[in-house]
């Protein structure tokens, strides 16, 4: 009997040509497994080409829920933006998605999971180390690691050659993922960072900013404890907020980002993202923080924030350091609820108020007016203290230059003998 085979299946031309390529070189049945994450999918479609292609079966598994609550909110509760700008579209919904094929490999009993992810790219460290978490006695198949297709237009020839559908043309071949969160593009112009993107025929989610409407649109979004749970006044579970806010978002030109970043294997690429609502709720989540965090534990979490990133993006979700930094932002959270408004316009976001029952704020203390809980007075003697290192340096540079130090002979209030000693 043949070994049985999940693929994560996507539809795309790179998981499409992996079908009759792991049948003539595995000698297997392959399982197709099409993880809903709220890509923009004819699941029907999908099913019926994987089944034309060679496949025994075809599922598809809709865990939007859970990737919000269980991957999206932790993410943006820590505030991970991976080296400035971008925010983990792709990173956050791979551990979920190796999750999902190793709940069917263990149903289907079968012995190994495939993916389409390519030797150069960020996703098979990301699909294979959560596979290796959650199941280390899988078999992990890459064929885009050992067979002889070299390019997209290789992989197009196999499938002609077979004369089986191909799912691409030449003429618009981006490398695309997308989900609730964002869409990522790579390729054709793009693989130049010298070149401008050609947003016209890239953006699917946005407008570009100069053709966002000339009037701006404010939208209030609600947090609870770190996490959004209403929109303009209206409560709404998380799928439903993020479509929302990625109608908004997009409507305004909200969230485009062109990167040329760091992957984990040691190389850049370039890309671009589409990310609306993400991007919206990012900056409404920081402006709350503003308001209700102490300065100490926001200053730690900022690098909390950097680490987080980092695990997410290098395919580290399940780990036990993730999991201990989720439980530190966590508790930072518990205070992070209130109200954010914001003013959106041709690609910008701007904050047009904030309120928490949380908040910090004091407007005794921060008020230019003295009030009871501030004296002026008190500032000279902390300013001294606070800044005791520098006038403790500056006078040692003095003395060195031959300035006489004011510190340099303590005065004393009474005469002394000849031993030092006080006659007092």
Same mark, same amino acid.
């Given at each position: ?50 089944? *034309? ?51 069917? *490999?263990?149903? !289907? ?23 290796? *978490? ?38 618009? $071949? ?21 070149? !401008? ?14 053709? *966002? ?8 979004? !609600? ?14 579970? +998380? ?95 518990? $205070? ?11 690609? $910008? ?30 500032? =000279? ?36 003998? $000849?031993? +030092?000693?006080?006659? =007092?």
């Amino acid at each position: 009997m043949s070994k049985k085979i999940i693929l994560a299946y996507s539809g795309g031309l790179d998981t499409t040509v992996i079908i009759p390529w792991l049948k003539e070189n595995q000698d297997c049945e392959v399982i197709a497994v099409c993880v809903d994450v709220g890509q923009a999918a004819d699941w029907k479609a999908i099913q019926k080409r994987a089944m *034309a292609i060679g496949a025994s079966a075809c599922y598809v598994a809709d865990v939007k829920k859970e990737y919000v609550e269980e991957y999206i909110w932790p993410a943006l509760k820590a505030g991970a933006i991976y080296e400035d700008k971008y925010l983990l579209g792709t990173s956050t919904a791979r551990p979920l998605i190796a999750k999902v094929l190793v709940e069917y *490999a263990r149903k !289907e009993k079968a012995t190994a999971v495939a993916h389409g992810a390519t030797g150069k790219g960020n996703d098979q460290v990301r699909f294979d180390l959560g596979i290796m *978490a959650l199941a280390p006695d899988l078999e992990i198949i890459a064929p885009w690691r050992i067979w002889k297709i070299k390019s997209r237009e290789d992989a197009m020839r196999f499938l002609a050659r077979r004369k089986l559908p191909i799912p691409v043309t030449k003429k618009n $071949s981006y490398s695309m993922d997308d989900n609730l969160w964002h869409i990522s593009h790579e390729g054709l112009e793009l693989e130049d960072p010298a070149n !401008e993107p050609q947003l016209k025929k890239l953006l699917a989610m946005t407008v570009a900013p100069e053709k *966002a409407s000339n009037k701006a649109e404010y939208a209030e979004i !609600e947090f609870d404890k770190g996490i959004p749970v209403a929109l303009n006044g209206k409560k709404m579970e +998380g799928v439903q907020l993020i479509n929302q806010l990625n109608k908004i978002g997009g409507a305004n030109g909200i969230g485009i980002v062109d990167l040329v970043e760091n992957r984990v294997v040691g190389m850049k690429s370039r890309g671009v993202y589409e990310t609306p609502g993400g991007s919206i709720l990012y900056y409404a989540h920081k402006e709350l923080e503003y308001l209700c965090l102490d300065r100490q534990t926001y200053s730690f979490k900022q690098q909390v924030s950097m680490k987080m990133a980092e695990l997410i993006y290098g395919g580290l979700w399940f780990t036990p350091l993730r999991e201990a930094l989720s439980a530190f932002v966590d508790n930072t959270q518990t $205070s992070v609820s209130g109200k954010v408004r914001l003013k959106l316009y041709k690609g $910008s976001i701007s904050s047009a108020g904030v309120t928490s029952p949380n908040s910090l704020y004091n407007t005794s203390l921060a008020s230019f007016t003295t009030g009871e809980l501030f004296n002026h007075a008190d500032a =000279k003697g902390f300013i001294k203290l606070y800044g005791l290192p520098v006038l403790v340096r500056s006078l040692m540079e003095l003395e060195k230059k031959g300035g006489k130090s004011p510190a340099a002979k303590p005065k004393t209030t009474g005469k002394t003998n $000849s031993k +030092g000693k006080s006659k =007092k």
